[in-house]
């Protein structure tokens, strides 16, 4: 099979290459001090093993075997290696495959470190995350995704404070992948059916521990150059280049998915990008079984789960219909393969099957597949049940199904060199790779000096960091060797160091601080108490609201008054993240609610002794407590622009009359207690609980294995349940007009009102159904939903009954309204079919 450029090895060194291609050097770095044993300089400008491995000469290598404590050392590092590998992990002690068999999890982004840069921002830095967590805890995962030729962009600053964007090669002979094997041990290739021809997919793999990244690639030399660059780029703005990156990761990735591990039981979309995916996992199980299109979709929905990240459903990737007909000549081939018609495919995508013009729109269409959806935080649950409404018409928003798993961070991809030695010290080496429940009690004991020595030591790493970065950045723009000193000097190693970086757009606002330059400059430039903040972050290309913040910012820190104060770094990304997180003392976020799903820049900062001064948004809507953090803002929701100014203020205060002074207020001994007081609670309470260990295990607790349970039920018998309910679906729809519900009778006793109705079937068999009484939230409470039983035939009917039930009277008896809602043992009503009849 083709390979990689590769080299032979001397006697000894052989491991060398398998440490390099695994990417758990990404977030393991007890072979750092190896690496940089290999080629300090390179070592140092990359961090990147498997590229110091394509450059080292033959001289060194010889130099290296001879060694003795070199090869000592990689000798035992790659038995640690084996032994993380070999040792069962959380998973198959508490599920193991009797529950899984396996996850394919589909994502547009996939953020591991700087060596693979197919990232662009936190959906890909999640996808990263969840991968090595997957790792540490044994879940059986594979992750889907595309080789991009070119990244996300990186971002450079002139000396006017405009961005600018260049999009570097990804050369794949210099990425830690290799070409995965298909079943004859030659390179696997995936055909897709295009209009005209035949498009070759190769496919890649990345190692990531335990789990395999495997990665679509459209530059194949078998390809002509218009579809060799439909992996061309990140995100690509070409509407019709994006919905065929979309159908490459959805068809492409599913026959991908069977070739290279036909044991999966659970399609886990990260986003609605790879949706299409369910389509063509139900198309083959259709061939395999013989059942039609629609009866295989029944009985795969069943372990199909979407997470939807997207807090406004203008955020939603959406077709326009005009072009509809355009589009669907790239998936005919799967049409007439699983036959149904067009009308009928672009049903799944939208709200309504009878309006043309309504947009192709991708999350639909995940969600109408998935047994099983959630949010990213509480709140981006509450916020995704509204904006899923019109997809479950008449239904109560409460009911919307979807639930929520509040995002988490690989702590062990944040955490700093001293946060590490002193979680290792207290939790032991192994705490990440299992449940993290023991934690809290386990870290709070850690002493105020062992904390505040950590602060100090991480500090100075930042700013001695930051002073380089910046040097580096000034000198690239071209300043006088003068200016590009002043680099060397910004900063203070002990004075109170905000953090703030992410995507600058209009809703994180990230110009809230700016919005009183004096009062800022008194705050920075307080001689006794001096505050220090540290920005990156960068503007989509076509972001011009976004890209005159960044201006802004790069302006404000060259004023001679701030010039020691601010900095602004150009080019975020993982490796400027994790020197961010790991040095401050503060991190700052100030999302317009509910416009940040969840953010989980601010969770990584926590296992460093952090702290977050928040919008009480995303995940800081249920982390805030007061003697946690510091936050802003209120539960409302707010229109662009109307709470800004209020929203500044309040920061501003904050930081004035709390932060400020906690951080300064010293004892005898110079330690700020209370300070102190607070990390360690913030530490013990909130690291273990927003950590993508107990995200992983929520994951598989509440939806994996419930998920996989339902689909070996419904792929039983050669998919006959499977069969049975999509005649169910077929019946219900076919006379669910036929319903009526009657007059209700009611009487009470002070304790409960008592119910009896009248309903009217039709065709449609009493088992087939649920009679309920509901009644709306109310306050605080839960909406009101209890069955109704099926009495006695009304005389002079057909299959008409008296249904009959009681609920409290603590509410008036108006607020309580009948329904009829499908009913079938297994079926998730609404997801699966979302008919409903009210009485009133």
Not at 348 to 365: I, K, S
Not at 560 to 566: C, G, L, T, Y
Not at 776 to 794: Q, Y
Request: charged share 25%; hydrophobic share 40%; glycine share 10%.
């Amino acid at each position: 099979m083709p390979t990689l450029p590769t080299r032979d090895f001397p006697a000894g060194l052989e491991p060398l290459g398998e440490l390099a291609l695994d990417l758990r050097w990404t977030w393991s770095h007890e072979a750092d001090t190896l690496w940089e044993r290999v080629d300090p300089e390179a070592w140092g400008r990359t961090r990147n093993p498997w590229t110091i491995l394509q450059d080292i000469s033959a001289e060194r290598l010889r130099a290296l075997a001879a060694d003795v404590s070199f090869v000592a050392e990689l000798k035992r590092l790659a038995g640690t290696r084996r032994t993380y590998l070999d040792t069962p992990g959380w998973f198959t002690s508490a599920h193991g495959a009797a529950a899984l068999s396996g996850v394919a999890y589909f994502s547009m982004e996939f953020g591991l470190g700087e060596g693979l840069p197919l990232y662009a921002g936190g959906l890909g830095i999640l996808a990263g995350d969840f991968l090595k967590t997957a790792s540490d805890l044994g879940i059986p995962v594979i992750g889907v995704g595309l080789l991009y030729q070119e990244g996300y962009f990186r971002q450079i600053i002139d000396a006017a404070g405009a961005q600018h964007e260049a999009y570097p090669f990804n050369d794949p002979g210099s990425m830690p992948i290799e070409p995965a094997q298909s079943t004859d041990g030659s390179w696997l290739r995936v055909p897709l059916n295009l209009p005209g021809r035949t498009v070759s997919l190769r496919v890649w793999q990345a190692r990531v521990g335990r789990v395999r990244l495997h990665l679509l690639d459209a530059n194949d030399p078998l390809n002509s150059p218009v579809d060799r660059g439909i992996t061309g780029k990140l995100y690509d703005a070409g509407t019709e280049i994006r919905i065929l990156q979309e159908v490459v990761l959805g068809l492409a990735g599913w026959r991908a998915v069977e070739a290279l591990a036909p044991e999966v039981e659970i399609c886990h979309l990260n986003e609605g990008h790879g949706a299409f995916a369910v389509l063509e996992r139900a198309r083959a199980y259709m061939r395999r079984s013989r059942l039609s299109f629609r009866e295989a979709f029944w009985a795969t929905r069943a372990g199909n789960v979407f997470t939807t990240h997207t807090p406004v459903a203008a955020g939603f990737d959406r077709f326009p219909a005009d072009a509809l007909s355009k589009y669907a000549r790239y998936v005919e081939g799967f049409l007439a393969e699983a036959g149904i018609g067009l009308d009928e495919f672009l049903a799944l995508d939208r709200a309504r099957d009878d309006d043309g013009n309504e947009p192709f729109n991708m999350a639909y269409l995940a969600m109408r597949a998935s047994m099983q959806s959630f949010g990213v935080s509480r709140l981006h649950g509450h916020v995704s049940r509204h904006i899923f409404q019109p997809l479950f018409p008449r239904w109560p928003e409460v009911e919307v199904p979807v639930g929520h798993v509040t995002n988490g961070v690989h702590v062990p991809s944040w955490d700093s060199p001293g946060a590490d030695h002193l979680w290792t010290a207290a939790c032991g080496k192994e705490r990440w790779r299992g449940v993290p429940d023991a934690l809290p009690d386990l870290i709070a004991s850690l002493s105020d000096e062992q904390l505040w020595a950590m602060a100090g030591e991480e500090r100075q790493t930042l700013i001695q960091q930051v002073r380089g970065r910046l040097a580096r950045q000034l000198g690239s723009r071209g300043y006088p060797p003068e200016i590009v000193g002043q680099g060397a000097n910004v900063l203070d190693p002990n004075a109170l160091t905000l953090g703030f970086a992410r995507r600058f757009t209009g809703y994180k606002r990230p110009n809230l601080l700016l919005a009183d330059p004096a009062r800022l400059a008194r705050l920075l430039n307080d001689p006794a108490r001096p505050v220090q903040l540290v920005l990156a972050g960068k503007a989509h290309p076509a972001d011009d609201e976004g890209k005159e913040m960044i201006r802004q910012w790069v302006d404000l820190a060259q004023q001679s008054e701030f010039r020691q104060r601010v900095v602004f770094l150009e080019d975020y990304d993982i490796a400027l993240a994790q020197e961010l997180v790991q040095g401050v003392d503060v991190w700052v976020n100030t999302p317009r609610r509910p416009w940040e799903a969840c953010g989980t820049s601010g969770m990584k900062v926590l296992v460093n002794g952090g702290l977050n001064l928040s919008e009480r948004d995303g995940w800081w809507e249920e982390a805030y407590a007061p003697e946690l953090g510091w936050a802003i803002g209120d539960d409302g929701e707010y229109a662009e622009g109307e709470r800004d100014a209020e929203d500044a203020a309040a920061l501003y205060t904050i930081l004035e009359q709390e932060v400020v002074p906690e951080f300064y207020a010293r004892d005898a001994s110079g330690m700020p207690r209370r300070w102190l007081e607070r990390v360690r609670r913030s530490m013990a309470s909130l690291t273990p609980t927003y950590s993508s260990s107990r995200m992983a295990r929520d994951y598989v607790e509440q939806y994996y294995v419930i998920g996989a349970a339902e689909l070996r039920r419904r792929t039983a018998d050669g998919g006959e349940p499977a069969r049975a309910m999509h005649s169910w679906e077929a019946r219900l729809r076919r006379h669910w007009s036929e319903l009526h519900i009657g007059e209700t009778s009611l009487s009470g006793d002070g304790e409960a009102w008592s119910f009896s109705v009248p309903v009217y079937l039709g065709e449609i068999a009493p088992a087939d159904v649920a009679v309920q009484l509901y009644a709306d939230p109310r306050d605080a409470e839960a909406p009101f939903l209890g069955e109704l039983l099926r009495g006695e035939a009304i005389i002079g009917t057909t299959n008409s009954h008296i249904y009959t039930g009681t609920a409290p009277a603590t509410r008036p008896a108006e607020e309580y309204t009948v329904r009829i809602v499908p009913h079938y043992p297994g079926v998730r009503v609404p997801a699966e079919l979302p008919l409903i009849l009210w009485q009133k």
